[in-house]
């Protein structure tokens, strides 16, 4: 009873596409995925994309659902437009501290030098 959705009779559903970047070390990652996809109610077809990491589900399904089935294989799993969100923040955090960033040329670079002889510490002086 837990595995099954419910679905209004009165509103027309469609299939929807479902993306997620999950984490495949090897070709049987692969196969665990589809594997697990498979015995879901409502999906009609599983495409992964080894390369890009990428799980694309087509079906009368609800995304959290099917992102649930597969963190059961995968813990690292997430949603595709999850992904691209960090991947944007993680650019911004970046070009602010690249603006934030001291000038070298005013740096005092003498305060962390160290000295050649504590590079060196086996030679005999």
Request: proline content about 4%; overall charge positive.
């Amino acid at each position: 009873m837990a595995g099954l959705q419910i679905v209004p009779a009165d509103k027309r559903v469609e299939a929807q596409y479902v993306e997620m970047k999950v984490p495949l070390y090897s070709y049987g990652c692969e196969k665990k995925i589809k594997k697990a996809l498979s015995h879901m109610r409502g999906i009609h077809s599983v495409h992964v994309d080894y390369h890009l990491q990428k799980v694309t589900v087509w079906g009368i399904c609800n995304q959290d659902d099917v992102l649930a089935t597969i963190r059961k294989k995968r813990r690292e799993a997430r949603s595709w437009d999850q992904m691209e969100t960090e991947v944007k923040n993680k650019v911004a955090e970046e070009e602010a501290d690249a603006g934030n960033a001291p000038d070298p040329a005013t740096v005092n670079t003498h305060k962390f030098r160290k000295s050649w002889k504590k590079l060196f510490p086996l030679v005999l002086y």
